[in-house]
């Protein structure tokens, strides 16, 4: 009987230990990459938002030109693509580095006119390098659940202050800092992720706090659905939080967002990603859509 019944945990530990190595593919901030292992992954979405959340939380869609006496609209629109990879120097430190770049649009138009006609204001459009980063995670616990610290720079290859007019379309960014703990808590065919970030940036940039909360399902093998809520919270004084400019980056974006991803992973070690998130709320930040579709390598 004693026989059976360690042949029987041994069996529910080997099928969550195979959940664990799907999971560990989706899941790369919370489980580490072990010693000698590593993901290369290529993104490539599109976000989109013709409104943005003002001071107040409601949602504006126009604005007003005093010079032309008309209102318009506005259309922001970005292609971004993301190279990104990682790699386990120990079991329980990996280090890792992205190259996120995208290419922004802005169309202008104003009111329709006394003939029907919707005449285009202004177009902006920009592509950019967002920023090179470095960054690693360690594992300080392993049971139950896992407990991971991380800590990333983020440097810009262009700088800026916050809605300076004399800058080009979005303008400059700021160096960062982050520093996160990052907690999972696997289960046989799912799993849940909880993440708490502090982000520190020059005196022109008010600091952040990111909450990231995810819960997955790997109940059919080789494959990963999850549901994850994201929420970004600027620090310092409300007073300090600048007027929203649409063609500007907003050093002070409060916003909530939600989503959905599904994963496939194949045994050769390619994993193909699909996901989708969207701003349910905010204060002076982008109301916007993003899709991301990606492709990765695990070696």
Known sequence: MQIRMQNSKNLILA???????????????????AKGRGFVQCSLGSMSGSSYFESDGLRKSGEYDSVALSSY????????????GEYGLTDDLTVYSALPIGSYTMIEKFVTDSIGNRPIRNELSRTLLSWYSIGSRYRLYSGLLTATVSG???LPPFKGVPNDLT???LGGGSNEGIIALHIGIPFEKSWI??????????????????IHAETGFASVERTALKFFVDL???????????????RRINPAEFFASTGASFTIALPDGLTFEAMYNIRILGTTAWSLGTVMLSAGYAF
Do not use: H
């Open 193 to 210: 992720e909880l993440k708490g970030a502090l982000s520190l940036r020059d005196q022109y940039w008010n600091d952040r706090f990111f």
């Open 15 to 33: 099928l969550i230990s195979l959940q664990l190595c799907i999971i560990a593919e989706v899941l790369a901030e919370a489980w580490p990459r």
């Open 167 to 169: 800058q080009e379309f």
């Open 152 to 154: 990333e720079l983020r």
């Open 232 to 246: 970004q919270q600027p620090l310092g004084a409300l007073r300090d939080v600048p007027t929203f400019d649409i």
């Open 73 to 84: 609209t506005f259309d922001f629109s970005g292609t971004l693509m993301t190279l990104s």
